[in-house]
């Protein structure tokens, strides 16, 4: 079955413990991104990488890491948690950058920095 | 600048009635796509429906089809035959493509989203 899985599904930390989010396509897709879900505001993007070892900033960068070493995965590093960073947070891929390319997303991980 | 602007806070339609919910966009890109996806109270997100910035027909996916008007910029989605089950959170998006002139990364540009509760 073709999807994006992210582990953990639920997640409850400390401010200043470094954790991990990962992020697995089995679509074989170019173009992965990050982004967090606020009430009000919408979906933000954090990162986006468009293939292996091309990886760029959007919108709301600060205090995020992100690698792609492989094609499949692109985890999401918070070397620092701070409270505000507590949100809802998605993975997307899709088959590339085109603007008619539909983004599948995974299932979503809420993050709750205390 | 807002880029995609969905005003109507909440909607409400009685089950088996259609319901059109609203968004607007902006872009000077002329090649772009625009995606509708649902979000249920269990928080994932659902593909809806798509429109390619030159698709010369509305896009229809079952019940949900998009009523595009490229001169005025809006891409309304429309609810045929509402169900208990349409009762979800339901966001527009705009897709750009990669560019290295302009730097646009091929996000997707959400809207706040629309509440819809959909009344027995």
């Known amino acids: 079955e073709a999807q994006v899985t992210q582990n953990p599904r639920y997640l409850i930390t400390v401010t200043g413990k470094k954790l991990t989010v990962t992020c697995s396509q089995n679509?074989?897709?170019?173009?992965m991104s990050w982004y967090r879900q606020d009430p009000g505001l919408g979906l933000r993007q954090i990162y986006y990488?468009?293939?292996?070892?091309?990886?760029d900033k959007g919108d709301v960068p600060e205090g995020y890491k992100v690698s792609r070493k492989e094609k499949r995965n692109f985890p999401l590093i918070l070397e620092s948690p701070s409270p505000n960073q507590t949100s809802l947070y998605f993975c997307?891929?899709?088959?590339?950058?085109?603007?008619?390319?539909?983004?599948?997303f995974g299932p979503g991980t809420r993050l709750t920095v205390l | 600048a807002q880029k995609i602007t969905q005003t109507q806070p909440g909607m409400f339609v009685q089950e088996k009635e259609a319901v059109t919910l609203d968004c607007t966009y902006d872009?000077?890109?002329?090649?772009?796509?625009l995606f509708w996806y649902k979000q249920p109270s269990s928080g994932e997100m659902i593909f809806l429906i798509y429109?390619?910035?030159?698709?010369?027909q509305n896009a229809t996916e079952g019940r949900y089809s998009l009523n595009f008007q490229k001169a005025r910029k809006s891409a309304n989605l429309v609810i045929s035959a509402s169900q208990l089950g349409d009762s979800a959170m339901y966001f527009c998006?705009?897709?750009?493509?990669?560019?290295?002139?302009?730097?646009?990364?091929?996000?997707?540009?959400f809207g706040k989203g629309i509440t819809l509760s959909v009344r027995p």
């Open positions: 997307a891929s899709s088959y590339s950058g085109a603007s008619y390319n539909e983004q599948f």
């Open positions: 679509m074989n897709h170019e173009y």
């Open positions: 990488s468009m293939n292996v070892e091309v990886t």
């Open positions: 872009t000077s890109d002329p090649s772009y796509g």
């Open positions: 429109q390619g910035s030159y698709d010369q």
């Open positions: 998006a705009m897709r750009e493509p990669h560019t290295v002139v302009t730097g646009a990364n091929s996000k997707l540009t």
